[in-house]
């Protein structure tokens, strides 16, 4: 707890210094949104041990929803962000029976599948906008416009400071959310599904349920982070959405240390940042992340920051 | 007294091969029976069969007078039915207490709202558990009932075993179903394990137990009444010292004659 | 009539190069109880490396379509060998008793791997290649129909090779090997089968096949590119799957299967053609809902 709030007032104090540079706070606005993202993924993943590798297909159901609701209907756009969620946790049903009768390579085969479906569906559907997307509207909650700057008085400060607060109190409930869930009985449950689902069937535990309940709060959080993401950009197109930025998210995931919520932190903040300062190996980086993460999987497989032991009393 | 599980004409095929076959057994409620037989004889599959995991193709069982035939893995252990595993199942990444609270799994509340919101019950929970849990576990071995929130992956083989077996005892099942506890461990420590377990079902009254062995030390120790399969079907059935005697035991089992 | 005989003729070429695919899959699950994620992109490397010998050949001045054809086919099959031994080798065998889990990832990063470098590193790779005609591009009438002697020619190939496959694996010494190493690697250890030879001829044997397919996209379609592998990497796994990971003719079959379903949605829905990967996709998992483990059955069964 108290480590998470130095961790967003450090954030906070960040995003102050740099109030007026747009491009560093819009690096830091998408580090937080992959962060929740990832936390979603960690909870189906880390977790429940149910594999996704459609993570930017659900990220990309919630903006594709946030856009055709923001686009034509009146709803508040606060609701928008929740049914951007609910949206991607709703398609994640589709999955649902064929992920939990099948495990291992044949899950991953039906979430590959999944993702390559749905790509191909956002580029042909003109509904849609077809390859070249969609535009977003201005993201308002309440009396907050924010696509404008901040000024008050003699301080000035990007727009995109509101999205920052806005992505910080999303990532930080769902920072909150996925700690609480591991160290409760629910996540002894998960880890042991993950680990013997022979033995978790064995005292009680209700597999498929488990796994349900897990994928589906999980899509969630990557939903909600994708309709926020959409917001943001003020544009959606199929293009970032493929399968490759589905594998970067599981990049994400191996590189921190599977199961840990600071380790997918601080690799998102790598695997984003580091191409964008060196501009070099941002055109090589599908080919350098997956490269490294086969370095991982090969000598360190618990990750850069292996999941501590879980502490309950 | 009435038997506390009853089967009658359990069985159960793979293909074309008869894993267990017409197999009639009681137990009554608080014995202790062993269950013998060459490798292949159809004792796991029994285990597996009495506790969900395999359909049986035919017959019955009966706990504790109700038909658990049929239900799931995840009923049958609600209903009072723990087991080991013939290899270790332990969740060795997880700490041991973990581990002991998938054992408790039943007597745990596992609804969202208490898991993440008002977590008040979660800690009285976690609190009991983790007392009741050390005592448990301080039957079997004092120092390790210190070592709870080390991961399992850090204790010795034997130290497993006993683990695995409080997993299945923490619950206070009816009856406890154990699958060679002595794979992996010298005469001498399945003997003090099995002395352990007899303690805990002392202390419970009541427990019952069905013991699958290959080491007969302990099966002439323990056990009050022994049932011998072979091929999938009874080919014995009483004390120890009688069924060592029967020829046809002898044939199947020791390979003698 | 034509129409039909043309959609049978397609769905025949499609099948055929799913169950080359599927029959590497199956293999590689075989002898180690592996998915080789990378599988369809090691196919998408050995058309590149067959685009890039022609290339070559024809700056050498080689005209002769025969020759270039043999040359293209040998550089893929041999390309695509190593590749696929190079996996099993570095990335596979290594893991071996780590969580099944992780070689999926590894392998499935490997594909990345792979097709990233085609994207990057191939002149102009990003975009689709055209792929020389190197058959005979004439055609025989047959009333309305046309059948063209280059689909032919690779029908009858296809064929010879999977044939050629199941012989070897049912027939040879080799492939008593490999069997004995998919029933069970301590038996075949003791019955002094080198194991991790068999593993690595297992490999190479099985992406050769997938060159073969890569190669038949090519000339069939007349181009390829560098994302190609993933698609036909999905449909082949998931014919494997239908097949029964494990079953050599099971994933023949389940290649054709998967080629028939596909067909037949486009017959029946031909407004949709734009959605007809949307179809193959979709199919791929309701298969996978309704069937978990395929219409054979997995080899294996989970033990308790």
Redesign the interface.
Same mark, same amino acid.
């Given at each position: 707890m108290r480590k998470g709030l130095l961790a967003a007032a450090a954030v906070l104090a960040v995003s102050l210094a740099l109030r007026e540079d747009d491009f560093a706070l819009l690096l830091l606005t998408r580090v937080l949104i992959v962060i929740l993202a990832c936390l979603g993924l960690n909870v189906q993943f880390g977790y429940a041990g149910v594999v996704n590798f459609a993570g930017a297909t659900f990220f990309g159901v919630g903006g594709y929803t946030a856009a055709v609701l923001a686009r034509s209907t009146a709803v508040p756009h606060l609701f928008i962000l929740l049914i951007g969620g609910a949206a991607a946790a709703l398609a994640g049903t589709i999955l649902v029976v064929p992920v939990l009768r099948t495990r291992g390579h044949y899950a991953a085969l039906v979430t590959i599948a999944f993702a390559l479906l749905f790509r191909t569906f956002f580029e042909v559907n003109d509904a849609l906008g077809g390859p070249q997307g969609l535009k977003l509207p201005e993201l308002r909650i309440g009396p907050v416009h924010f696509n404008d700057a901040i000024e008050i008085g003699s301080f000035f400060a990007s727009f995109y400071l509101k999205y920052i607060v806005l992505s910080l109190l999303l990532a930080a409930l769902g920072f909150a959310f996925v700690l609480r869930l591991e160290r409760s009985f629910i996540g002894v449950a998960l880890d042991c599904i993950r680990l013997d689902e022979i033995a978790a069937a064995s005292f009680g535990v209700d597999v498929a349920r488990w796994k349900i309940v897990a994928f589906t709060l999980g899509n969630f959080l990557i939903g909600l982070a994708g309709a926020l993401s959409a917001f943001m950009v003020g544009f959606i197109a199929p293009d970032n959405y493929s399968f490759g930025e589905s594998l970067i998210f599981v990049s994400i995931l191996l590189l921190g240390g599977l199961g840990n919520p600071w380790g997918l932190s601080l690799a998102s903040a790598v695997v984003l940042l580091l191409p964008e300062k060196l501009q070099v190996i941002a055109e090589y980086r599908f080919l350098l992340f997956a490269a490294v993460v086969i370095l991982i999987l090969l000598f360190r497989p618990a990750g850069l920051l292996p999941r501590p032991l879980r502490r309950l009393t | 007294m009435s038997a506390l599980l009853r089967c009658r004409d359990l069985s159960r095929a793979f293909g074309g091969l008869l894993a267990l076959e017409g197999l009639d057994l009681d137990v009554e409620e608080g014995g202790v029976l062993g269950l013998i037989g060459p490798n292949g004889s159809g004792k796991t599959t029994f285990f597996n069969v009495l506790t969900g995991f395999f359909p049986a193709t035919r017959g019955e069982v009966l706990f504790a007078g109700e038909p658990i035939t049929g239900l799931s893995p995840q009923v049958v252990y609600r209903k009072g039915v723990a087991r080991t595993f013939q290899r270790s199942r332990l969740c060795l990444p997880l700490s041991i207490f973990d581990n002991l609270l998938i054992g408790n799994h039943k007597h745990l509340d596992h609804r969202l709202w208490s898991n993440l919101v008002d977590r008040r019950a979660l800690r009285r929970q976690i609190e009991q558990t983790f007392a009741e849990a050390r005592e448990l576990v301080r039957i079997f071995d004092p120092p390790l009932a210190d070592r709870l929130l080390e991961p399992a992956s850090r204790i010795p083989m034997i130290d497993r075993r006993r683990i695995e077996v409080c997993r299945a005892l923490i619950s206070r099942p009816r009856l406890l179903l154990l699958d060679e506890p002595s794979a992996g461990m010298t005469q001498e420590e399945t003997m003090r394990l099995m002395d352990d377990i007899l303690q805990v079902k002392s202390r419970l009254g009541g427990l019952t137990i069905i013991l699958i062995e290959h080491e007969m030390t302990v099966i002439e120790r323990v056990t009050e009444r022994c049932v011998v399969l072979n091929y999938g079907r009874k080919i014995a059935e009483g004390a120890y010292a009688e069924i060592a005697r029967t020829p046809s035991v002898r044939e199947a089992y020791l390979g003698l004659e | 009539m034509s129409i039909i005989a043309q959609y049978v003729m397609n769905g025949a070429m499609l099948g055929m190069m799913y169950a080359l695919v599927a029959v590497g899959f199956t293999l590689f699950f075989g002898v180690l109880d592996v +998915?080789q994620?990378a599988h369809g992109d090691v196919l998408a490397a050995g058309a590149f490396a067959a685009l890039a010998v022609w290339l070559g050949l024809t700056r050498l001045g080689v005209a002769s379509p025969a020759l270039l054809l043999a040359l293209v086919v040998v550089a893929a099959t041999v390309a695509t060998a190593l590749l696929g031994a190079a996996v099993a080798r570095f990335?596979v065998l290594? *893991?071996k008793g780590?969580p099944?889990?992780?070689v999926? *990832? %590894?392998t &499935? #990063? #490997?594909g990345? %791997?792979l097709r $990233?470098?085609i994207r990057?590193f191939y002149p102009g790779g990003s975009q689709p290649q055209l792929f020389p005609a190197l058959l005979p591009t004439s055609s025989v009438a047959l009333g309305e129909f046309n059948l063209r002697i280059d689909n032919v020619i690779l029908l009858a190939a296809g064929t010879v090779l999977i044939a050629g496959t199941s012989l070897l694996v049912t027939r040879t010494r080799l492939g008593l090997a490999i069997r004995a190493v998919a029933q069970d690697e301590e038996t075949a250890r003791t019955m002094g089968v080198d194991f991790r030879r068999i593993v690595l001829l297992t490999f190479a044997l099985g992406s050769a096949l997938a060159a073969f397919a890569g190669v038949m996209d090519g000339l069939y379609y007349n181009e390829i590119f560098f994302g190609m592998g *993933? &698609?036909l990497g999905?449909i082949g796994? /998931?014919a494997a +799957?239908i097949g029964g990971l494990g079953n050599l003719y099971g994933a023949i079959l389940g290649g054709f299967f998967f080629a028939a379903l596909q067909t037949i949605g486009a017959v029946a829905l031909p407004f949709a053609s /734009?959605?007809k990967?949307?179809f193959a996709?979709?199919v %791929? +998992? /309701?298969l #996978? /809902?309704l069937r978990?483990k395929g219409l054979i059955g997995e080899r294996t069964s $989970?033990r308790?």
């Open positions: - | - | +998915i994620f990335l290594p *893991l780590a099944q889990l992780n999926l *990832l %590894v &499935l #990063m #490997m990345t %791997v $990233e470098s990057l *993933l &698609l999905v796994f /998931a +799957i /734009a959605y990967d949307v996709f979709g %791929v +998992i /309701a #996978m /809902a978990p $989970e308790v």
